[in-house]
């Protein structure tokens, strides 16, 4: 079983949708992340949860709005979608003094 | 944050030994050097963590020099499997909750010639 998953691998939409990527953990972890990976390869932490609370949103959007249901989801919701939003969007898993897990990533293109 | 400093690229042959280094000098007393690596078309992947202490496990071993101002990732036997870029990291933990922030740098590419 994958640790983190995160659905769909690609996504291929054009400017102005809205868009959701999914994430599933099955570590049984408290604490749930979103990292942007930009064009020039810089991975960058986006929001924090921990047990379905916001705990660290680092200066993205309004546009962006994450979704914890439970503690073993994260899912984010991407509104009104611009060309630089294209990225590749990673989810990751983790509690206290233990080591992060990442999903594989979405690969999301806007044209 | 606390920021490291890595060489953008290295190459290593085939079943030889790799040393990775990192420099933290602003490294604060209790933080963490965490090393995580990213495979081609994949997420970052733990690789090894430590404190003040030389660390072994089965993927890697972690030096931390004295002053804690530095420290090398060493690959002992490395694999064509192991080309990826690897990132030198200080655990910032924001919260009580144990909430990791992990500043990722630009990392070092590693080649591995057959």
């Known amino acids: 079983d994958t640790a983190v998953s995160q659905t769909p691998k690609y996504l291929v939409t054009q400017m102005g949708n809205d868009k959701s990527i999914k994430c599933e953990q099955n570590?049984?972890?408290?604490?749930m992340y979103w990292y942007k990976q930009d064009s020039k390869k810089f991975l960058k932490i986006m929001f924090s949860?921990?047990?379905?609370?916001?705990?660290i949103n680092e200066t993205v959007p309004n546009r962006f709005s994450p979704k914890s249901p439970d503690k073993a989801h994260l899912n984010l919701h991407i509104n009104s979608l611009e060309l630089g939003d294209s990225a590749v969007y990673f989810c990751?898993?983790?509690?206290?003094?233990?080591?992060?897990?990442f999903g594989n990533g979405t690969r999301l293109t806007v044209t | 944050d606390a920021k490291t400093t890595q060489p953008n690229s290295m190459e290593s042959n085939e079943e030889e030994p790799v040393h990775l280094p990192c420099n933290h000098s602003t490294i604060s007393g209790t933080d963490y050097i965490h090393w995580y690596r990213q495979l081609p078309s994949q997420g970052p992947e733990y690789v090894i963590h430590g404190l003040t202490s030389n660390v072994n496990n089965r993927m890697a071993s972690l030096a931390i020099a004295e002053d804690r101002k530095s420290s090398t990732l060493i690959l002992h036997r490395a694999t064509l499997r192991d080309a990826a870029v690897y990132y030198c990291?200080?655990?910032?933990?924001?919260?009580?909750?144990?909430?990791?922030?992990?500043?990722f740098g630009t990392g070092t590419r590693l080649t591995i010639i057959p």
């Open positions: 570590l049984g972890h408290d604490t």
């Open positions: 990751g898993a983790g509690r206290y003094n233990s080591p992060l897990h």
């Open positions: 949860y921990n047990n379905k609370e916001l705990i």
């Open positions: 990291i200080l655990r910032d933990v924001v919260s009580n909750f144990g909430n990791e922030k992990l500043t």
